[in-house]
């Protein structure tokens, strides 16, 4: 297929497995602020885009789009290695902790200020990071906990301990209206839903070898 | 040191070194848009920040900021490992690959078009990743080749390899004009000079465990 295909949005992991599965298909990655997604859609700069929404945090992407479930990931609460080793890590035992949130606006960002609050506390936040990687190396080096959904763990730096919440993300796949069927978004489409599978059945954390 | 600083900017390996060894010194870290560093330091948003720039695309921070360097650090060549595994890459190499750049208006995307002009051709470019870590997996993944500064190579994934090139990034801390010596912000600055020389003793880059 030589016609470049134009896709947007947030889910790494499942682009590198596209580009990885699917060399003969020429699609073109962008990586793009979440919250311009719904327009550079609607406006044709984008054919197909990676959309989130947590199960606390409905997305409000707006008319004319169609959607398309690809993947539902477990949220994470990430703490050090170092915390209570000896028994099983919940959310009730940071209320006091300090943490590290997603900057303001970002639904990362709520859904960890919702999660909390549905805990019965307020975050106490001592750092704002949208990277999930730089995240987690910050837990590693005891500045704080975090929540963070499964793909946002592409690899787990040794000291950080892992415990899986009720809370759901769901990637779904973006087009603009009635562009689903067309023939080359339907073949990258298809692509995505087998790296999803492939997700599924191999959970995709690497631990750091230090572990 | 109980009162909180405010810290931004972009390189997170010496963030993360500032939060392992200053436990006692109360920073807050936010990432923030590299392009908004200069008004949040003169609006009095952010008291310190990292900034960079590359030997081919001096930084435009505009007035009222004092500049004192961290630390310099080379700028690497990435493509698959597969890729002429029998010799020396080159630049020139890779006139006909398909590119991995930055985002347009960005100081990583000018840097790649010029060090690719300044070899004689304009990058082909198939993907627009601005985070490093993905760059690299895209990489991994037969995707294309890549730009990459040294400190953006935290994890470098199986597949990959990396050459040095006479293109330099340096790392500066920035502080509003005249507020370098007031003492909070000189003990958070006396970290980051000790991070930056960790740093250099150990080259920062873990290998993974499949390469």
Known sequence: MGEARQLGGGDRAVLVALARSAPDLAVDITEVDPAEVPNL???GRLDLALVHEYDNVPSALGAGLDLEPLLVEAVHLACPASWNPDREITLGDHAESRWILANPGTLCHSMAV?????HGFEPRVAHHIDDFAAVLRLVAAG???ALVPHLGVDHLPAGVRLAALPVGRRTRIAYRRGSADQPLFAAVAAELHRAAAAFRADDGI????NS
């Open 41 to 43: 859609l609607r406006g």
């Open 114 to 118: 919702r999660t909390c609050r549905a």
């Open 143 to 145: 500045a704080g906990v």
């Open 206 to 209: 690497r631990l750091d070898e």
